[in-house]
């Protein structure tokens, strides 16, 4: 084993969305869980579980931030991405002081493919490193 | 008794008598012997002896039975004007100005005079005489004094004037010209007119006190007119100050010199100076030759000279006073802001250069005084003004409160307060400018205060502080002006502001709507980019999957990856096509192809298309469908996969937001007259689901509405539109348990098993009253109740 597999944490209401994305991080290399039920994520949330979330933002019930935020109360160290469809709460995060912290590069927008997709995660999860 | 008569005139005697009775006898006997004239003269006391003393009114009034002719001459007076009119109904009666002597000539016979007479009573001593000679003379003097005299008519009509005999007199007395002018000053009762030739001119006559007799005449109650025209300068100012003063009813007009003065005083008495001296210091010095008449033609004369005079110098004046005003003590702007306010009978225009203008004039009771007059006085009251929340606030409450709570505490009927509000509707009227959006301020927007009241007097007031809340501190130089083509030019400025602010209103108005159709529109594209990209997410990454493990795939695995894809790319067919569908019937391009359609063919169609959803779900789902049974099938004109479209989208929803164990979704058909008595169908989808939201309900039919995130949020926008394009409602329920709801749910036996209530959609369609052809009828019959167990 060159490297311990990476830890990923799917959250994404369209069920086929995270049933298809666990499907790619498993075969690329990632130990992937995922949850289309964001309440759900959230419980069974444990510290140093992850090395990574990938979060959508649309969500009923919580939205991809707010998650973030609640699993960071948890684990101080986990990374985050946010995967999203809408181009309307992209702009907006950016705009809104209290998520200006979050870099450019943390948000990926759907649909994006699996080549792109992954490099973009294994650049998350080794840049800060 | 004739012939006795003509024996005693024949003896020529003269003879005094005394003593009343002696005297009336004497008196009586003469009298009755008169057979043709009698021409008598006496004093002012003569007719109330002859009419007043019984004896001798009894012969004087038997002259007229017997037809004789009398002359009389008195001097007629007020005292004595009773017998007068007495007398000239048996006389000739004429009036001579102090007439003495008491004596009548009968017949040219004989003569009778009294030297004394008392009023009413019988003559003390009379003298008597038949003596031809005596006659003759004292007929001489009769005759003189009758052709000096005047008719008693004439002199009635003098002395019911009260005029004076008319007379026209040249004074070239100083003296007594002066003496005239001060007697006419103090006789005045009614009305005097002076004209003034020069300013000195009444600094002379109020030497002469003619002015204080002026003003105590005007301080009369009975008075009426008194007016002046003189040149007004510093040097009369003191004595113009003293008459405005203490009588303020004298009008004095400022007027040019002239080389006269003139003098009318009551309408009866003229006086007429010259003026030869304008410097001089005293009348007698000034004047030349004077005229002073009673004569109505002169007086007359004088009086419409004067009235000309006097109304072009009042137009005078007045074109000088319309001229424009500077005002600068802010007390005196404020108390004319107020009094034109007050003033107006019929429109009041006004411009506020800003918010803190509009606060302060509210602050000093403007804003209420307008208030006041578009309700009480039924003034119509325009504003132009910046405003910004208070002031909104403040003119809602002008607008919808105000004056109502009086109308409450009186207890007003409704129809007086509707009165009220339409008054207020039609004559208060305000319209803002928005000197914020201007893009400058200068240019934009007055920087003066301009009321105008009654389109004839204009009041614009500068402001040196704007930031002052006081009305008194903020007001800089106004100017006032009552003259035509100043306050017009007020006028059309207001006007010009007042059309531009309701265009600023439009304009507001369409650039609110489009910056709402702005933002809706973006945020469409924004979800239905979201929803556009999502199932597009899951097919991607499987295919990537699958094209790198393409020899290594199983079957079951090929399988589920097969079905995931199809789903997918259905998602995206159905909203690429819902999108479509929202876009056509937002630009208005949504074709209807009508044909005369069996609505229970649609209906078990769209029933099969959902089955294929329930299987899906793989839920035991239990559908059931109640037609109309009340006649033959129910004939639509309607566009046949549109009418499909919202009755799978309604059946749809309902599947599914009911639970897939037990839950039961009816459709049912109802004939219903409308209001109008035209025959229209119910169509009604229900569910036994959670029933919808409170916070969905008022959303329903918008785009993007739905919850779900399964479905495209347009369905029901769709179907919305499309029922209504067919002339149908749409509308959205939570059932309800009681029997009292709308249609009451459904099947009077169906149970609820999924225990929540439901919701139930209802949408209608006119029904066509044409038969279809009968190669048309397809499908189960109106009887056939379908029910599919799933």
Known sequence: ??????????????????????????????????????????????????????????????????LYQEMRKIDDKVKVCFLTASEMFYEKFRKEESYSKFDKELFIAKPIENEELLDHLNKVINNSK | MSSEADNTSSTRTTEVLYGADNTTDKLLQVFNKIKSNFDACGDSTAPSVCMGFEPLRNAYLDFKRRGINVRFITEMNASNISYCKELMKISELRHLDGIKGNFGICDQKEFVAAATIKEQQAVPQLIYSNVKEIIEQQEFIFESFWTRAIPAKQRIREMEDATEPEFYEVISDHEKASQVLVDLAKSVKKEAFFLLPNDKSMVRIDRLGVIDYLIKAAQKDSIGSIRIICPISEVNSEIIKKVTENAPNIIILNGNNSPYGMYIVDNQRAFRAELKEPEAETFSEAIGFSVYSTRRNTVDFFKSVFELLWNERKLNEDLKKAATEVIQNPHRILELFINMIKLANQEILLVLPTTNAFLREDRVGIIKLLNDAAMERNLIVRIVTPTNEIIEKRIQRILVSEGKEVEEERGELLAVQEEREERKRKNFDVRRIDITTSPSEKIAVTTVTILVADKKESLVIE?????????????????????????????????????????????????EKLKVQDRMQKEFINVAAHELRTPIQPILGLLGLLRSKKDDINKQDLNISLNLLMRNAQRLKRLSEDILDVTKIESQSLKLNKELINLNDVILNAIQDSRNQVAKNRGNIKMVYKPDLSGHGIIVEADRNRLNQVIYNLLSNAIKFTEKEGGIVSIRTEKKKTRDNDDEVIVSVKDSGPGISSEMFPRLFEKFASKSFQGTGLGLFISKNIVEAHGGKIWGEN????????????????????????????????????????????????????????
């Open chain 1, 1 to 66: 084993m060159r490297n311990k597999k990476k830890r990923v944490l799917i959250v994404d209401d369209e069920p086929d969305v995270t049933l298809v994305l666990k499907q790619v991080l498993d075969e690329n290399g990632f130990d992937a869980d995922s949850y289309d039920d964001p309440r759900l994520a959230l419980n069974n949330f444990k510290a140093n579980m992850y090395d990574l979330l990938l979060l959508d933002i649309k969500m009923p019930d919580i939205n991809g931030l707010d």
């Open chain 2, 735 to 790: 059932n309800i348990r009681n029997e009292n709801s709308h249609i009451a749910n459904h099947g009077e036996d169906i149970e609820e098993k999924g225990g929540g209530r439901g919701a139930c959609f209802y949408f209608t369609l006119p029904i066509a009253n044409e038969q279809l052809e009968p190669k048309e009828r397809k499908g189960p019959n109106a009887e056939a109740v379908a029910v599919d167990d799933l």
């Open chain 2, 463 to 511: 402001k040196i502080d704007d930031s002052t809340e006081n009305f008194v501190e903020a007001a800089g130089l106004a100017t006032y002006s009552n003259s035509k083509p100043t306050v017009m030019s007020y006028v059309s400025i207001f006007e010009i502001l007042w059309n531009q602010a309701e265009l600023y209103l439009h304009i507001k108005e369409a650039h």
